[in-house]
């Protein structure tokens, strides 16, 4: 890898952990992120010594030195504090376990126990890596792909898909990726592509950032060309 670039002076936000999507005040729903990619990140990047917002789901993590965290609930929660911050944002990371869907209505009291069967209708959420990669003006967008089977495949026409100039693929499953210290990545980008190999999530969102790096200057001498 080459010499590691400084991201001094540059602002990066950061998605991280999962959403929660109420169902009434007692329940919602949710998944396994535990933040621990996204939180390591934001460590990275304020290591490489650029500003770093973290809009964080609920997660039990510490919030890293240097880093100005954002806590968020929900799906439309994330979207809103992302588009507050986004603004002037010279790289945005997705890296939260956005709910795809959420209950059509959220019940005001908690739901009894009278019928036999109980169907939760759901409606879609904002995709909101999708809807910074389609802003004027948007910054370096960089997601994240957990895939459980054709990770490559699926990773890139992802990013294909969502106009991203990164994405950063792992496989998940049983014992992997979610919940754990240790996670594999391999990082993809239009022409190139680069396996990072099993490590624990701090040596992989150190790696990460270094690659960002490179190709964020790449992107911005083109654009200034
Ligand atoms: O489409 P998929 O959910 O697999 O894409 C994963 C990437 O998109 C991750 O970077 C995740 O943070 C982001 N995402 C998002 N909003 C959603 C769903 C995913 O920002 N509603």
Redesign the pocket.
Known sequence: MASEPSLAGQTVVI?AGPTREAIDPVRFLSNRSSGRMGFALARAFDNAGARVLLVAGPVTLPTPDGVTRIDVES?RQ??AAVNNVIDGADIF????????YRPAATSSEKIKKTADELTLKLVR????????AARENRPFT??????TENLIENARA?MNN?SLDM?AANLVGVGRGFEQDDNELTVLWEGGEEPLGKATKMVLAEQLVILVGERFSAHAQRERA
């Open positions: 998605t799906a994330m979207e990371v997705g890296c939260a376990a956005v709910s795809d959420g904002p995709d909101i890596l999708a809807g910074v960089v997601g994240f792909a957990a895939e992802k969502k994405i």
